[in-house]
């Protein structure tokens, strides 16, 4: 199940951020991170969305590996 979220997590983080490259050409992988420092980013519903699945992802694995 780990390897699973590892998985999908990357996935997700690849989606983000080829998104994102789309939107403001030139932010990195860490870049999304922050995106509130990138306006396009901040006020883009397609970015907010994915980067929503993306925490998901993050906090589902949270919960699963504190059941661990």
Aim: charged residues 25%; hydrophobic residues 40%; glycine residues 4%.
């Amino acid at each position: 199940m780990h390897e699973l979220f590892n998985e999908l997590i990357s996935h997700q983080t690849k989606k983000l951020l080829e998104l994102a490259q789309e939107i403001e050409p030139g932010v990195t992988e860490e870049d999304i991170l922050q995106p509130f420092d990138f306006p396009k980013l901040e006020m883009s519903p397609y970015f907010r969305y994915e980067e929503g699945i993306l925490h998901g992802l993050l906090s589902a694995k949270a919960a699963m590996l504190s059941k661990v």
